[in-house]
């Protein structure tokens, strides 16, 4: 539940959760990449560059699909705002990989901020069941505010 008592909704659960997947397997590939140009094996440095433009597409896609099901299946805030920021950093990420050396101190903080939110989009809504028509489907985020039925017993 958010701060309000509303459950947390999220749209488009699983293509959520596939494309942080996505993501955050593309930002460990960027890590490979890396490591073998870094070792002076130049022919990876196209690749990286390559796959860093287009790891804007998962967390875009991600974003436009939340906004155009934001009528039928709104997400809450929070997961919202996940997304915007995900899309940010990955911007962020490769504008200061193409600024060079000078913005690895940005880049590579980043990217790593990257692969944390992906993992966590990734697990968090995987097991989550799409909606029926017009139901919002409800977050995998754990809530500490909610109980199970056995604890719900146990405490009365
Ligand atoms: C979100 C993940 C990432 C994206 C989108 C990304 C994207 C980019 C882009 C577009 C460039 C510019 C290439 C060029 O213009 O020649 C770049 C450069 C670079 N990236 Fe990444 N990258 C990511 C992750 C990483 C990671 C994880 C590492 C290392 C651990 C890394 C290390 C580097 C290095 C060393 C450069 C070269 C800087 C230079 O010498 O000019 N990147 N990256």
Not at 61 to 73: E, G, N, T, W, Y
Not at 104 to 114: D, M, Q
Not at 123 to 147: C, H, K, L, N
């Amino acid at each position: 539940m958010d701060t309000h008592g509303r459950k947390r909704t999220v749209a488009a659960p699983r293509l959520t959760a596939a494309l942080g997947l996505l993501l955050a397997v593309g930002v460990l590939a960027q890590g490979l990449t890396a490591g073998a140009f870094l070792q002076g094996d130049g022919q990876w440095h196209p690749w990286h560059e390559a796959l860093g433009d287009a790891l804007v597409l998962p967390p875009l896609i991600s974003l436009v699909v939340a906004l155009a099901l934001f009528r039928r299946q709104p997400d809450t805030p929070s997961v919202l705002a996940t997304r915007i920021v995900l899309l940010a950093l990955v911007v962020i990420a490769i504008g200061a990989g193409h600024a060079g050396k000078s913005m690895l101190v940005v880049h590579i903080p980043t990217a790593i901020a990257v692969v944390g939110i992906a993992v966590r989009q990734a697990t968090g809504f995987a097991r989550i069941a799409e909606p029926q028509s017009g139901q919002p489907a409800r977050s995998g985020y754990p809530d500490p505010e909610e109980r199970s039925p056995s604890e719900t017993k146990r405490r009365g």
